[in-house]
């Protein structure tokens, strides 16, 4: 029981609150470092996910694709499109299609009825007759009690590994099994026997086609072909696909005819732009990184406790924090360390490229400035375009290149890889579910010792009320006997 005051006079609970507020200093020096820390551990976070972002768009320019400076167009656009590779040559071609890949196909002659004569079969009416049925090395064994729906997946299912590999199908609207080969070309040509003509004439609706072919001819099927194309003169045949890549250009194969001409020319606007958007995005974070790296740490605006955000009104409170919260990254190692060697990655000689082409990218438009200005990049727009549009592979050699030394995309994506892993490391991963980094671990050691603080202080508080309940019984007592003396002794005096 706790006594406050009842024989002294005296404000108990006022004294025990400001005995433990004296005795509370070192928690409060924990848990505003807890806050500080986790502050940072947000600001750390945040920039994981702005150089994450940065890697994303970074990537693109380690692979040639990105600097495709060309761009086709076909004058038979009915029969041939066409597009370009990094590796398109200026000029006019002259191209034909010849043929056009196809599957091999076939279907059901006639309308399929039911074994009982009650009108047109559908998918989930039995086939009614058992047997097998062969395409090439593949057997299907039927008892009679499959499904038209069952039949067609045995049967694909039996083909899936072997060639030609069949997609299969039962048509209700039709009453008929449709078959074509998954793939294209004069090889996926393919026959179905039937062990019987009661079989055969549930599947193709003709007791008399014991066995069906794609080579026939007939009405009912089509036979699997090749493409072909003839480019300025040069016939390109045995296509399996109706694409193929010549001399830098993507031919799609459409349909028989041309001849068409295919102009291919010079066309920077695409990797400019997707050079410029990268620079755009990577100034921006790198800006950020580095004000933050210079901005002014107040270490006289510690976080403020509960009991001190109490006192304070809600401004007071957020100009507080706002100094509170500023330098949370000054100087940090990681992030001064990953502009430094991103800087590197742009600015050093790219090795391994042929002697005469450009080796810095500086040869290109594109410089960091001076020191002064960090880690920021400069582009000279028309500089880049020209050598975009006069010299596309030393560009795309410069970014892409992987034969002696990296390219500035290769260089650049390894760099963020780095910093992103120490930040992660430091701080977390801001998408990942585990987090075993120093400032977690460091955090759950300080609620740890906070637990311990809160114990010990509520232990302390408890003796404090003790020895105050004591005092005030002891003063009670004397108060007690005083009077009695008074009142017998002294006459009541």
């Not at 039995?126 to 499959?146: F, H, N, R």
């Not at 409170?317 to 509170?324: A, F, P, Q, R, T």
């Not at 940090?332 to 042929?354: N, S, T, W």
């Amino acid at each position: 029981m706790r006594i406050g005051g009842l024989a002294t006079g005296m404000d108990i609970d006022q004294l025990v609150k400001d005995l433990m507020a004296a005795e509370k200093m070192p928690l409060d020096k924990i848990t505003q470092q807890k806050t500080w820390i986790g502050w940072q551990q947000d600001s750390y976070r945040d920039f994981n996910l702005s150089l994450s972002n940065l890697r994303t768009s970074a990537n693109s320019l380690r692979f040639t694709s990105s600097f495709n400076a060309f761009s086709a167009t076909s004058s038979n656009t009915a029969s041939l499109s066409v597009t370009t590779t990094s590796s398109a040559v200026q000029g006019s071609y002259s191209a034909e299609v010849k043929s056009v890949a196809s599957s091999a196909k076939l279907h059901s002659t006639l309308a399929i009825q039911k074994t009982d004569g009650t009108g047109a079969a559908k998918s989930t009416d039995a086939i009614g007759t058992g047997g097998t049925i062969t395409v090439g090395g593949a057997t299907v064994t039927l008892t009679g009690e499959e499904t038209y729906k069952d039949v067609a997946l045995k049967l694909q299912d039996a083909t899936a590994a072997s060639s030609p590999a069949l997609r299969v199908s039962f048509d209700d609207t039709t009453s008929r099994f449709f078959v074509s080969s998954k793939t294209m070309g004069e090889a996926q040509n393919f026959s179905i026997t039937f062990d019987s003509a009661a079989l055969a004439k549930q599947f193709t609706g003709d007791a008399a086609l014991t066995t069906v072919s794609t080579n026939t001819g007939a009405a009912y099927a089509s036979a699997g072909t090749n493409g072909s194309v003839e480019l300025d003169g040069i016939l390109i045949d045995g296509l399996t696909t109706n694409q193929t890549t010549v001399n830098g250009m993507t031919l799609n194969l459409l349909q028989v005819g041309g001849p068409s001409t295919i102009t291919v020319s010079s066309d920077p606007a695409k990797p400019l732009e997707s050079i410029k958007n990268f620079v755009e995005q990577y100034n921006k974070a790198i800006t950020e990184i580095e004000t933050s790296l210079l901005e002014k740490r107040y270490p006289d605006f510690q976080p403020l406790t509960d009991e001190q955000r109490k006192a304070m009104t809600e401004s007071e409170v957020e100009l507080w924090e706002e100094k509170s919260r500023s330098g949370l990254m000054r100087n940090d190692p990681i992030l001064r360390d990953a502009v430094l060697q991103l800087r590197k990655a742009f600015m050093d000689e790219v090795e391994g490229i042929a002697p005469g082409n450009a080796t810095l990218i500086s040869q290109i438009g594109i410089s960091t400035g001076h020191y002064s200005e960090g880690a920021r990049l400069n582009i000279d727009e028309d500089k880049l375009k020209k050598a975009l549009a006069d010299k596309p592979d030393e560009v795309m050699a410069l970014f892409t290149n992987k034969t002696g030394g990296l390219g500035v995309g290769d260089r650049v994506y390894n760099e963020l890889n780095a910093a992103i892993k120490s930040l992660s490391t430091r701080a977390g991963n801001p998408g990942s579910s585990v987090d075993n980094s120093v400032i977690t671990k460091r955090i759950k050691q300080m609620d740890e010792d906070i637990s311990t603080w809160q114990d010990r202080l509520g232990r302390v508080e408890d003796r404090y009320w003790r020895q105050f309940t004591a005092m005030e019984k002891a003063m009670n007592t004397m108060n007690q006997q005083s009077v009695w003396m008074q009142s017998n002794m002294f006459g009541g005096m």
